[in-house]
């Protein structure tokens, strides 16, 4: 199974790709949690691209996985990436014993530079550890005693070494072997989404996991569409976990049909309470906001495009949701063809 890493439950796959990371600059920030594992294979890649933005000759983490034994000021846990002393350190369970080794000199600042850990089943029948770097070996070695972990939490970066002066994107895990079948990640939920970049629109494209979504909230993001379909065509997605099997699936869904925007949420006992808009242009940018906010006691969900309020509804069962899965483009359309930028999800207190 394969998992990418910033938390949400993701669904089980095999031999799949979990995302931990989405590509987006993060940076590495001391005790930040970003996913649990609950097994992590024998086999198993582990990829990710890293950004200095400067260095210094202080121990500095930057991914460290750890199943909560032993823990203590010294301790390297399952698998550790640091910066010590003018290069890159990694630190995994070899041949039964806690192996750190240095196999990396410093890598060019202000540059992504791509970095693979792996262990994978060779053809003598155990175990091969290496650490590749832009595509090429850096570090291998034999490991004929290897283990199974469980609860499996993944830090950038740990609680008591400084964090590396730099940033982190696209961390992904492929877990297990093939056809093997093991739970999925579950990422770190989050207080609120930003989301600034632009990013085109995909097909199941899970970009958090919030813990809430209070009574009153504000959605908003900027949309540029490509071109129109007479189908349903995703663009957000936010849920607590199916497409509208129960209240709160569509808090809301946002869809692009027929050019018009579809915006559908939860009110007044309905799943599907709709909204449509007048047809929307091609190829300009379109700020699309969604609140939900209490006036004189009672609840008022709005939407507005560019500014101008174009629906209102007073919602008498609005509820606080937790868990909430948040998709640019979910699981269950085809997703829009367009981009979106400055995807803002805040609560307000």
């Given at each position: 199974m394969r998992v990418i890493i910033g938390v949400?439950?993701?669904?089980?796959?095999?031999?799949?790709?979990?995302v931990l990371i989405r590509d987006h600059k993060t940076p590495i920030k001391k005790k930040e949690l970003v996913a649990r594992i609950p097994i992590l294979a024998k086999s198993y890649k582990i990829s990710f691209d890293i950004n200095p933005n400067f260095y210094s000759l202080d121990s500095k983490n930057i991914l460290f996985f750890e199943d909560g034994t032993n823990v203590g000021n010294f301790h390297l846990g399952i698998l550790?990436?640091?910066?010590?002393?003018?290069?890159?350190?990694?630190?995994?369970?070899?041949?039964?014993?806690?192996?750190?080794?240095?196999?990396?000199?410093?890598?060019?600042?202000?540059?992504?530079?791509?970095?693979?850990?792996?262990?994978?089943?060779?053809?003598?029948?155990?175990?091969?550890?290496?650490?590749n770097v832009n595509?090429?070996?850096?570090?291998?070695?034999?490991?004929?005693?290897?283990?199974?972990?469980?609860?499996?939490?993944?830090?950038?970066?740990?609680?008591?070494?400084?964090p590396f002066d730099g940033s982190i994107k696209n961390l992904?895990?492929?877990?297990?072997?093939?056809?093997?079948?093991?739970?999925?990640?579950?990422?770190?939920?989050k207080d609120f989404v930003l989301n600034t970049d632009k990013e085109i629109l995909k097909n199941d494209n899970l970009v958090a996991v919030l813990s809430k979504l209070k009574k009153s909230f504000i959605i908003s993001f900027d949309l540029k569409l490509n071109s129109f379909s007479n189908e349903i065509r995703s663009v957000i997605h936010l849920t607590l976990g199916e497409d509208n099997v129960k209240y709160g699936d569509r808090i809301p869904g946002v869809w692009i049909s027929k050019q018009k925007l579809q915006v559908v949420f939860a009110i007044n006992g309905n799943n599907n309470n709709l909204f449509e808009s007048k047809p929307l242009p091609l190829d300009v940018w379109i700020n699309?906001?969604?609140?939900?906010?209490?006036?004189?006691?009672?609840?008022?969900?709005?939407?507005?495009?560019?500014?101008?309020?174009?629906?209102?509804?007073?919602?008498?069962?609005?509820?606080?949701?937790?868990?909430?899965?948040?998709?640019?483009?979910?699981?269950?359309?085809e997703a829009q063809d367009g981009s979106i930028q400055n995807f803002r999800v805040f609560n307000i207190c």
């Open positions: 949400v439950l993701l669904s089980v796959v095999t031999h799949g790709l979990d550790g990436f640091w910066y010590q002393n003018d290069g890159f350190v990694i630190n995994a369970p070899i041949n039964g014993k806690s192996y750190q080794k240095k196999i990396l000199d410093k890598f060019p600042l202000n540059v992504w530079t791509n970095i693979v850990i792996s262990q994978q089943l060779n053809d003598r029948n155990f175990y091969y550890f290496t650490v595509g090429e070996n850096a570090f291998s070695i034999d490991n004929k005693n290897t283990e199974v972990f469980k609860n499996v939490a993944v830090y950038a970066s740990n609680s008591w070494n400084l992904t895990l492929e877990n297990g072997e093939p056809g093997e079948h093991l739970p999925p990640a579950v990422l770190n939920p699309v906001d969604i609140l939900q906010q209490y006036e004189w006691g009672l609840n008022y969900f709005y939407v507005y495009i560019n500014n101008k309020k174009v629906y209102e509804i007073l919602n008498r069962n609005e509820r606080l949701f937790t868990n909430v899965k948040v998709y640019a483009g979910d699981p269950w359309h």
